[in-house]
């Protein structure tokens, strides 16, 4: 019969549609392709037996009506599920409309999780956790005691032998369920969560571990996992490997994918909106009439080389030493005698790429006293760099010893004699051009696209401005050294290079709003507006410029299978 129905009756246009609507909420859903081929014969076949109408006037009665005269008529078990799938889908993701009928005690309780604002996937997970429950006891669900859940849990352990994240996830359906939608007391306390299995890693000896490395021949398999991150994410940033989202216009219903960026903080190409996001919302917190000043410290030379082969923990130890060191100076009396608001930014580069960690501070000039006064600090002096110098000096020195003795026996005695601790301090105004400086190297390294002047299979050409005139300078480097450069900025993974500290920490943030409308009013100036909502980037369509829906985003693979004609291989940043 199915034969007879795709050779007799033509194809309508609106069955095509839908059909290409299923396979793009198929695509952006993750379904693979062998999913999504036996979807698209299921609703071929349910379109013919439609006679003519279009899927979308088709009703869920009629759809389970196919579904019980395919079980009459003897289908198979995998044509069924398919089917039954298929037509759940379509009706669930493509027209947004309930499949099954939902009872008052199952809508009160995914009600009660939308309001603590639970996600899709958690809501359908304590709704099957639940369901279960019933279907087990086949009665409904508030009908059922605390000795039968007891038991119930019983034989997912012991005869099911479920795996522990699945009876986590059921006990913690179950209870949202009695104790939130039924407000019932939950006094099992005989059914634990299952403790997570702890496994001992594999930990290898510094002999086993130089012995591997020694193996190692390529230079590119010697560098680290983060940098090797970062090189796969650049390589592959706007361009398919990366994904594409999907968008249609709602006026001339096409369809335009974008290339997605990499997102990683040292791409070059990366990172601007962010920026420009964070420069505007630090922007909005600066005090009224307050000069701020730039402070940065650095380390003598004799330290780079094992800041660099330590960067997560001596990088640690350089900024949290630093604000520590700042911070008590200014809390000394003989000096500023309050806690002044604090953000530190970590760079690691010269400007001709050269390995060179320091931390940049702007610090608000004055802070607040252990009275809750505004001390307000000198115009053009905030502390003394040289007792900064030595207070540093000396704590990393002691830390370091304390806390990595076999890295402090690595390091030559005179670094710590020498003088060369450098702290530079200096009144910047107001702050917006601190603020816009910092922000450029917030969310990348130093080096950006604009700097890369000429490229040849031999020679990289790159721009930087000398330190002492600032004039541009052109500076040639083989490939391998400038990857060498670059990757050695790499931070690891999960290190914030961005910190606040005094008044500027977030736990201080209503009283640094409070101190920033009080001095307004003092100076006869307009209150502080709150930033707004950051609205995010919606293109045009090219045909009819319109703005475009975002529908969800697409890997490579998909597009692949979905658009096979499509050949373009990088788009623009």
């Not at 019969?1 to 246009?13: A, L, Y």
């Not at 869920?60 to 298929?86: C, D, F, I, P």
């Not at 006026?251 to 505007?280: I, S, V």
Request: net charge positive.
């Amino acid at each position: 019969m199915r034969e007879q129905v795709t050779k007799s009756e033509p194809v309508n246009q609106s069955v095509l549609e839908a059909q290409e609507q299923c396979e793009v909420a198929m695509a952006i859903e993750g379904l693979v392709p062998g999913t999504r081929k036996a979807y698209t014969r299921a609703l071929q076949r349910f379109c013919g037996v439609l006679k003519g109408r279009s899927p979308g006037e088709a009703t869920v009665k009629e759809a389970r009506g196919y579904l019980a005269e395919l079980k009459r008529s003897g289908a198979s078990r995998n044509v069924l599920s398919h089917a039954s799938a298929a037509l759940r889908f379509y009706f669930e993701k493509v027209r947004n409309l309930e499949w099954e009928p939902v009872s008052p005690l199952r809508r009160r309780m995914i009600e009660d999780m939308q309001l603590r604002g639970f996600s899709p996937k958690t809501q359908s997970s304590y709704v099957r956790s639940v369901l279960g429950l019933a279907r087990h006891y086949r009665r409904s669900p508030d009908r059922i005691v605390e000795e039968e859940i007891r038991r119930y849990f019983v034989h997912l352990t012991c005869e099911r032998k479920l795996a522990r994240p699945t009876i986590t996830i059921a006990l913690c359906g179950i209870k949202f369920f009695y104790v939130k939608t039924l407000k019932r007391d939950w006094s099992l306390t005989g059914v634990p969560v299952p403790k997570r299995e702890k496994k001992l890693p594999v930990v290898l000896s510094h002999k086993e571990a130089c012995k591997i490395l020694s193996c190692v021949r390529v230079p590119r398999h010697r560098a680290c996992l983060d940098q090797l991150r970062a090189m796969r994410a650049i390589e592959a940033c706007h361009t398919a490997a990366a994904g594409e989202a999907l968008w249609r216009c709602p006026r001339c219903a096409k369809r335009h994918f974008t290339f997605l960026g990499c997102g990683n903080r040292h791409c070059p190409a990366c990172g601007a909106t962010r920026a420009e996001q964070w420069r505007r919302k630090h922007s909005a917190l600066l005090l009224p009439g307050v000069v701020y000043h730039l402070i940065g410290f650095t380390v003598p030379a004799g330290l780079r080389r094992a800041i660099r082969s330590h960067p997560r923990e001596l990088l640690e130890l350089l900024m949290r030493l630093s604000s520590s060191a700042l911070l008590d100076v200014c809390a000394n009396p003989k000096w500023l005698g309050a806690t002044p608001g604090l953000t530190a930014v970590l760079h690691t580069w010269t400007r001709q790429y050269e390995y060179h960690p320091h931390v940049h501070f702007i610090a608000t000039g004055g802070g607040i006293d252990d009275q809750g006064r505004w001390v307000e600090a000198h115009p053009k002096f905030l502390v003394p760099v040289h007792a900064l110098s030595a207070i540093l000096r000396a704590r990393f020195r002691d830390a370091l010893r304390e806390q990595h003795p076999e890295i402090f026996a690595r390091i030559t005695p005179t670094v710590w004699k020498q003088k060369k601790w450098v702290v530079h301090s200096k009144p910047v105004g107001a702050g917006h051009t601190t603020l816009a400086y910092l922000a450029r190297y917030v969310y990348r390294v130093a080096l950006s696209q604009r700097a890369i002047l000429r490229h040849q299979p031999d020679c990289i050409t790159l721009r930087y401005r000398k330190s002492d005139s600032n004039k541009p300078r052109a500076l040639r480097l083989n490939p391998q050294e400038f990857i060498r450069r670059f990757l050695q900025h790499v931070l690891p993974s999960g290190f914030r290079k961005i910190r606040y500290f005094g008044l500027h920490h977030s736990s201080k943030r209503p009283l640094l709003r409070l101190l920033q409308a009080a001095m307004a009013i003092q100076q006869g100036q307009p209150l502080p507006i709150p930033m707004p909502a950051e609205e995010s980037f919606v293109p045009t369509c090219p045909h009819c410029d319109e703005p475009m829906r975002f529908e969800g985003r697409i890997s490579a693979h998909r597009r692949a299978s979905l658009f096979p004609s499509a050949t373009q291989t990088r788009g623009p940043p």
